[in-house]
């Protein structure tokens, strides 16, 4: 199933060879000043695991994972990863990071099942990023001072875009807005969640939707959450479900909110058991990265993903994830693309 916005008089801002050139600059600069923020060092990333090991992604638990049998293995089965998002907590063990630091790579994944249209692509690129924190870290507050971090990384790199193409102009608020999806459910009952955060991302520019994967508190979930990562089952200092959240701009091309990061504190070795009990996934806790974790022996972190294409896309006003990336479209998408000067690589 494919959908499609077309926004009426599209131009692009760049031409192709501009794009590339703008693509390289947007990479190295976010790159740079993320690990400087956070203090993150670069690691090198697997772009497949065992599929016995329990580290891959489980996303909402219905995508199909991409996955061969490996000859030399004893034809073992081995799955491209959907995300990193536990592989960095046993990283952040195996190399050792101190308290206060972290690791970024670059995320590569294939995912099979996505609906396409102008955000969505089979292929995902993203910033895997993981701190080591404390246990006294585990808070609200603490999670908003690192999204408060990142969204400055977004905000400088939006200037770099328009000093060196001063076409594109800023568009950011000066600070992000943080909101509880509960709060969200409560306030407008009967729209849907994806509607909520279209009328709160054209209200405020940027927010941070706190709390994705638990109830909130009427029987429903604001999005699917995976059970074994982030935490988003503990009573927050908010006095709502969740220590996770995702970062929403409001795309002024295709004026629809637009999530650029999916991030959160991780789950404690309580809260994994918990959050598997109410997901029916017990059986994960015989995989080795969650036997680790119940036995203390992984640190606590915080971590996320930054789509790279999804940053690019924005900060240089494109319509289509595909005028940044090299993906697969169905023909008739491109030729609708064309038609409106929408050119996919």
Not at 1 to 13: A, E, F, N
Not at 179 to 199: C, G, H, M, N, V
Not at 292 to 297: A, I, P, Y
């Amino acid at each position: 199933m494919t959908t499609l916005i077309l926004p009426k008089g599209y131009k692009p801002s760049l031409s192709l060879t501009e794009t590339e050139k703008a693509i390289e600059l947007i990479k190295s600069t976010f790159q740079h000043n993320l690990s400087s923020e956070l203090r993150l060092r670069r690691v090198t990333a697997p772009l497949m695991v065992l599929a016995d090991t329990g580290l891959n992604d489980d996303l909402n638990g219905i995508e199909r994972k991409v996955n061969f049998k490996v000859k030399a293995l004893g034809d073992t089965t081995a799955e491209v990863v959907n995300s990193l998002a536990k592989w960095k907590r046993h990283a952040i063990a195996e190399y050792k990071i101190p308290h206060g630091f972290g690791v970024l790579t670059d995320m590569n994944a294939i995912r099979p099942d996505e609906d396409l249209d102008n955000l969505h692509s089979i292929y995902v690129d993203q910033w895997d990023w993981e701190k080591h924190i404390s246990k006294d870290e585990r808070t609200l507050d603490f999670l908003r001072k690192i999204v408060i971090k990142i969204y400055e990384v977004l905000k400088r790199c939006e200037y770099v875009v328009y000093e060196n193409y001063p076409n594109i102009t800023p568009t950011l608020p000066e600070e992000i807005t943080f909101l509880q999806a509960a709060d969200l459910a409560k306030d407008y009952p009967t729209l849907s969640p994806k509607e909520r955060e279209a009328i709160v991302a054209k209200k405020y520019g940027a927010v941070f939707v706190i709390g994705i994967g638990g109830d909130l508190g009427n029987g429903e979930i604001h999005d699917g959450r995976a059970p074994d990562y982030d935490d988003w089952n503990t009573i927050n200092d908010a006095g709502h479900r969740g220590l996770n959240g995702d970062i929403i701009l409001w795309n002024p091309i295709l004026e629809i909110p637009y999530e650029v990061s999916s991030m959160g504190i991780r789950v404690s070795p309580e809260s994994l058991v918990e959050q598997l009990k109410l997901r029916g996934g017990e059986e994960r806790l015989q995989f080795d990265f969650h036997k680790k974790l119940v036995e203390n022996r992984l640190p606590y972190t915080i971590g996320g993903g930054i789509g790279q294409s999804r940053i690019c896309m924005f900060l240089l006003r494109k319509a289509h994830i595909g005028e940044v990336q090299a993906s697969i479209w169905p023909n008739d998408m491109r030729s609708q693309c064309e038609e409106h000067k929408i050119y996919l690589v």
